[in-house]
């Protein structure tokens, strides 16, 4: 499986962006997908996360300002972040897990990664 992550950019406090995550190689229907971020100098970090059933979790910080999403016809993953703020600038990966063990909000529960796309939010 490649993930090809897109939609990042430079946007001013308050604004939106809309993440996008291309799955190929085969389809990821039935696996969890996820948006992990690592910001200047800080360590990666869980974001959002939309298991098999279709169940989504969030971070604490971005609950009720993004939201996590796919189609599983288009083997996509996408990422809608609202009112966003400048702690929210970070680099943006998309991940797949094919198979569930209840631990979306850890790195190691994904094999498959995308390269990652820039967010800058501006002040």
């Known amino acids: 499986v490649q993930l090809q992550a897109s939609g990042g950019g430079l946007v001013q406090a308050g604004g939106s962006l809309r993440l996008s995550c291309a799955a190929s190689?085969?389809?990821?229907?039935?696996?969890?997908m996820a948006w992990f971020r690592r910001a200047p100098g800080k360590e990666r970090e869980f974001v959002a996360a939309?298991?098999?059933?279709?169940?989504?979790f969030y971070r604490n910080s971005v609950e009720g300002r993004f939201s996590i999403s796919r189609d599983k016809a288009k083997n996509m993953a996408y990422l809608q972040m609202n009112s966003l703020k400048p702690e929210d600038t970070a680099v943006y990966y998309c991940?797949?897990?094919?198979?569930?063990?209840?631990?979306?909000?850890?790195?190691?529960?994904?094999?498959?990664w995308g390269q990652g796309t820039l967010v800058t939010v501006s002040s």
């Open positions: 991940a797949a897990d094919p198979r569930y063990s209840g631990s979306y909000y850890e790195e190691y529960e994904y094999d498959y």
């Open positions: 190689g085969r389809t990821v229907s039935s696996y969890g």
């Open positions: 939309i298991i098999w059933r279709g169940n989504t």
